[in-house]
Structures are given as C-alpha cells and as structure tokens.
C-alpha cells in the first residue's frame, strides 16, 4: 500500500495562468474525491469520480474547474485563468467501491496564486 | 449552511491528560462520522470512525463517542502525548451514493510536555 499520492507538492503561479494537478490513488480504490482546504478550515468537498465516471460535483467546482479519471486509475484537477481566490490545499482522497469504506488522502497540493 | 460544528477552535492539555474535542451536526441522514488527524503539510490521517449503531468505539487511546439524539459525537484522547499535538477534524457522511465527507472547522490540539 504505497498511499495517495499527489503532484506537485507546491505550485506557484501567476494570476491568470492555468495549472493542473495529478493524483493517484492506491491502486485498488475506484472511488477518489477532490477536496479543497483553506488555510484554517476543514477541506471542502469538490467532486467525486466512481471509476471513470464524475457522479457529482460540487458548486464550489465553478466552470473554470476540470475534473478527469480517464481509465479509472490516477486523476487530474485543472483550473483555467486562476484567481486569487483559488489559492489553496487541493486534497486527493480515495477508497474502495464500497459502502462505509474510509477515505484516505494524499498531502495535497498548495497553490499560491501571485 | 454549515452542518458539522466542531468546538473548541484550540486546545492545550498537558502531557497524560485528557483531551476531549466535541462535534454536533444538522443532518439527520449522516450515518459514518470519521475523526481525522492533520500535521502541518500533510493530508489528513483518519484516526477512527463510528457509525450510529454504537454509542461508543475505542481503539487505543482514542474513544469516539456518539449520543444520536443529541445529534453530537466527540473524541477523547487518553494519556494525551506531545507527539498528539496536531489539527483534528470531525466529518460526517451519508453512506450510499457519492458518501462525501463534510467535515468540521478543526482544533488545535497542542499537548505540553
């Protein structure tokens, strides 16, 4: 069981650009979720993927935000024209397709818009 | 509409003390309720977690208990140790479907030596 792993740890970038981040999760977890945490809060749901498929997405994941899980395994969260506001942990969760099974997750990413 | 409140903000227990960390929520369908364990930097760690079934669930010196028609939950840590300080996080979920986690604003927990 190696973990969830996430990538990169940190990225810094320039208000406006856009930035996308990997996970991936343990290997026999279909079920990974995004979650956003801000500096002295609790992370925040932002989608969920079952497999391939996004069943649900959050109205915290406006339409700058994509989500993907192309062949069920690692996941990519991508922002468009990033703003200020977006600056935070991304966290990357996963677990088994079953119910009552615990997440767990990866270290996040930190973005810091400039 | 926040649906999980979780109190204190901090916490300072000294070293072999309790530490007691209480959460209640809004939702009456919420039926898995995590606790999890952050240090700075890293994702959170799930520490242990109970379902309304049981009143109370001990692992260690962690113990979970659930009062269901208080709607409130709290973790206790027993013979608390410097290396428990951390953020805690209560969540709750609804099993079933996407089970996402709501999860509480955190405590500080820092135990003195």
């Known amino acids: 069981d190696t973990g969830v792993s996430q990538d990169p740890r940190h990225k810094i970038t320039k208000r406006g650009q856009n930035v996308t981040f990997r996970c991936d999760p343990i290997?026999?977890?279909?079920?990974l979720y995004w979650y956003r945490q801000t500096l002295g809060q609790g992370p925040e749901f932002l989608t969920y993927?079952?497999?391939?498929?996004?069943?649900?997405k959050s109205r915290l994941l406006s339409d700058r935000f994509s989500a993907e899980r192309p062949k069920g395994s690692f996941s990519t969260l991508e922002i468009q024209r990033t703003e200020q506001g977006d600056s935070a942990m991304y966290l990357c969760?996963?677990?088994?397709?079953?119910?009552?099974?615990?997440?767990?997750f990866g270290d996040g990413t930190r973005l810091s818009i400039l | 509409q926040q649906q999980v409140k979780q109190s204190p903000q901090s916490l300072i227990v000294q070293k072999g003390g309790i530490s007691i960390i209480n959460c209640a929520y809004e939702?009456?369908?919420?039926?898995?309720f995590p606790w999890y364990q952050q240090f700075p930097g890293k994702g959170p760690a799930l520490l242990i977690a109970?379902?309304?079934?049981?009143s109370e669930k001990k692992e260690g010196r962690f113990t979970i208990s659930f009062n269901k028609s208080a709607k409130q939950f709290s973790l206790h840590i027993m013979d608390s140790q410097p290396g428990d300080s951390a953020t805690y996080f209560c969540?709750?979920?609804?099993?079933?479907?996407?089970?996402?986690?709501?999860f509480g604003q955190g405590t500080r927990l820092t135990i003195n030596p």
């Open positions: 969760a996963s677990s088994l397709g079953r119910d009552g099974q615990p997440q767990h």
């Open positions: 290997s026999e977890h279909n079920r």
């Open positions: 993927f079952q497999n391939e498929a996004q069943l649900e």
């Open positions: 939702n009456t369908a919420f039926d898995y």
């Open positions: 109970i379902r309304p079934d049981v």
């Open positions: 969540a709750a979920s609804i099993v079933g479907g996407a089970q996402k986690l709501v």
